[in-house]
């Protein structure tokens, strides 16, 4: 669906994009200055028919556009009752990643990447693990800042905000890694809050579980708002 937007939408602009030059070209040509031409040409002001073309026409694209993208959003947000959940939990600079799969509760603390400039480097990263062909549901949270959920190959940013629980549904259907990454600026080690995503067998994601620990590690490992607004009073206080 969001590649059938983006695609269609791109058809739209170009055919207007396309129409839109030629009759540029078309007014260029076909009015320019002849050799004997001289003063100034007729001075013409108000055409209303053109005015409210001109008004017109864009206002019912953007409307168009606008429907199309969120009858889409909606369509893609919509509830699921999957058979995997997890509570991703973002921190500076780093994921919690809570499953919970077939009556099974375990999570994984993962620690910030140390990019190192180093080949292999990508093999350090925290890793999601996903069971391919299984629907997921993922739980977006936040322990400090706001920070932001992205698998580019998933075609889905999704902001994670503390005190607020985000959404993503998706069912990953080909094995594979996938790069993933924090999009929103979030403090001095942004840049290395990546992770990868493991989209492997239901056996090969069981044999994951496995090696983590038991249980949930929820909002009560969040940072403290009292200790977020001390912190703050701290910078304001040291300018
Ligand atoms: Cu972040």
């Not at 496995?210 to 009073?233: C, F, T, W, Y």
Request: proline share 4%; glycine share 6%.
């Amino acid at each position: 669906m969001i590649q059938d937007l983006w695609v269609n939408s791109w058809i739209t602009v170009l055919l207007i994009g396309i129409l839109t030059w030629g009759l540029m070209l078309w007014c260029i040509i076909a009015y320019r200055r002849r050799k004997n031409d001289t003063g100034y040409p007729r001075q013409l002001s108000y055409n209303l028919p053109i005015e409210i073309f001109y008004t017109a026409v864009p206002l019912v694209l953007v409307l168009t556009f606008f429907t199309f993208a969120d009858s889409t959003e909606k369509s893609i947000n919509a509830k699921v009752e999957s058979e995997l959940v997890v509570d991703v939990r973002a921190k500076q600079w780093a994921w919690d990643y809570n499953y919970t799969y077939g009556g099974q509760e375990k999570y994984d603390a993962t620690v910030q990447a140390h990019l190192t400039g180093k080949e292999g480097v990508e093999d350090t990263l925290p890793t999601l693990y996903l069971p391919v062909g299984k629907s997921v549901t993922l739980e977006l949270n936040s322990r400090d800042v706001i920070h932001s959920f992205w698998v580019p190959a998933f075609l889905q940013k999704m902001d994670m905000f503390p005190g607020h629980t985000n959404y993503i549904y998706l069912t990953p259907q080909v094995e594979g890694r996938f790069d993933g990454k924090c999009a929103e600026l979030c403090g001095e080690y942004h840049s290395e809050m990546l992770f990868n995503v493991e989209v492997v067998s239901e056996e090969e994601f069981l044999d994951q579980l496995a090696l983590m620990k038991d249980g949930h590690i929820g909002e009560e490992q969040d940072r403290k708002p009292g200790e977020v607004n001390q912190a703050s009073a701290h910078a304001t206080e040291g300018k």
